[in-house]
């Protein structure tokens, strides 16, 4: 069967979606605050139910809150084509970051809806939870636990800085899903997303068919030292804890530097007991430690290491830490990325191969399903921010690429 190629998605209709649901953790600033399970969740998460299915989808939702939008194709005997990406926000994130990958996956549906249009495969829109990392850590943790990379038990039992678990956040919110978590509900899956980097708005290039994710290492590090007086305490005498995180904090820049084009990043302390004329004695910080190749990542992770014990050993420091997250370096199905390229030729624009520098569910998808996914621009390559902006017409081609990615793999199901 020919690929049909006449199906056009609404720009209009799409860009609509992603403002209607920003209302729910809209900040003053513009952006979105709706941390993983929050209250402003589940007002996203009922507003995806219900617009899904209006559209004909049938909602699954299992054990770690995923949600899974199904619409019908003309053969039940096929897995779905599934696409999709996530709804939770950083604190000060923006309006396009997940959002748009999911909001995208409904509109292809309400196209197909609208146009009577029906696929060989069943089309699936899947609503990752907890991508961010932000509230629960780490990140992508429930597309992790779908592809049986993180356990249910510890997924739900991880507590946030307050204590609450994600398994009793869902629970409040409604969506501690009633179906088991089985890694087998679709059989190919597409993401789009904005490139969060400023390659493609830089080259003037409207599609990124993104060729795989660098490998991501997270730690937590506890460095204690002794609580002193700032006036009383001579400098010889000191067990400074931040004086010990500073070191490590400029280490791990050098070697980002060092290590291009890898990247390393300290981006949460806490000082304690962070009063003005004390001396720390305890600081817990994160470190964020990211190279396409995981044997340079290896040595990354080593000379963070070596520096942690240096600066522990210069300020009389105890050291506690953990590796508390991997996303291994990961390559997208060629298959797949054809059919991007294809998706995007049909719609008479340009692609450019490219890698994904953040992390991503389908990151964790790729070595159990042919996966692949698509990048569009967003302004000044800002993202993680309340500023965080893309255009509709590049929203637009994306989710375009997107259908016509998806016709094409379908065909090929015959
Ligand atoms: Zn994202």
């Not at 999911?102 to 009577?116: D, K, N, P, Y």
């Amino acid at each position: 069967m020919a690929t049909q190629t006449n199906l056009s998605i609404n720009p209009r209709r799409l860009w609509d979606s992603i403002h209607d649901t920003a209302r729910f953790g809209a900040t003053p600033k513009g952006g979105l605050r709706r941390l993983a399970a929050s209250a402003e969740d589940k007002q996203v998460r009922d507003w995806l139910a219900a617009a899904c299915e209006a559209a004909g989808c049938t909602v699954a939702i299992d054990h770690c809150g995923n949600m899974f939008a199904t619409y019908p194709g003309r053969r039940p005997d096929l897995k779905p084509i599934a696409t999709g990406s996530h709804l939770d926000t950083q604190p000060t994130g923006g309006k396009f970051d997940g959002i748009l990958g999911v909001l995208a996956g409904l509109e292809v549906i309400r196209t197909f809806a609208e146009m009577g249009y029906q696929t060989n495969a069943p089309i699936m829109v899947v609503n990752w939870t907890n991508e961010e990392g932000s509230r629960f850590a780490p990140a992508m943790q429930c597309s992790g636990v779908y592809a049986g990379a993180l356990g249910l038990e510890d997924a739900l039992a991880t507590p946030d800085r307050e204590g609450v678990t994600l398994g009793e956040a869902l629970e409040a919110i409604g969506y501690a899903g009633g179906e088991s978590v089985r890694s087998d509900r679709f059989q190919a899956l597409f993401e789009l997303h904005i490139e969060q980097g400023p390659i493609l708005e830089a080259e003037g290039i409207t599609i990124g068919a993104v060729q795989g994710v660098q490998g991501i290492r997270w730690h937590e590090v506890t460095l204690r030292g002794q609580d002193a007086h700032t006036g009383a305490t001579p400098m010889g005498m000191r067990r400074d804890a931040l004086c010990g995180m500073a070191a490590v904090v400029c280490a791990l820049q050098e070697i980002g530097r060092r290590h291009a084009p890898g990247v390393a990043s300290v981006g949460m302390a806490e000082c304690r007991p962070n009063s003005r004329n004390v001396v720390p004695g305890e600081v817990f910080f994160t470190a964020d430690i990211r190279h396409p190749d995981e044997a340079v990542l290896d040595e990354m992770e080593a000379a963070f290491l070596a520096a942690l014990a240096e600066a522990a050993a210069a300020n009389g420091l105890d050291v506690e830490q953990r590796r508390n997250w991997h996303s291994p370096a990961i390559a997208f199905d060629a298959g797949m990325i054809e059919c991007v390229k294809l998706g995007a030729e049909k719609a008479g624009l340009a692609t450019r191969d490219m890698l994904s520098g953040a992390g991503h569910d389908a990151a964790y998808l790729a070595p159990l399903v042919p996966t692949a996914m698509i990048f569009v621009p967003c302004e000044g390559g800002i993202s993680h921010n309340e500023i965080e902006a893309a255009t509709l017409e590049d929203c637009g081609a994306g989710t375009q690429v997107l259908l016509n990615a998806i016709l094409e793999y379908d065909a090929r199901l015959g």
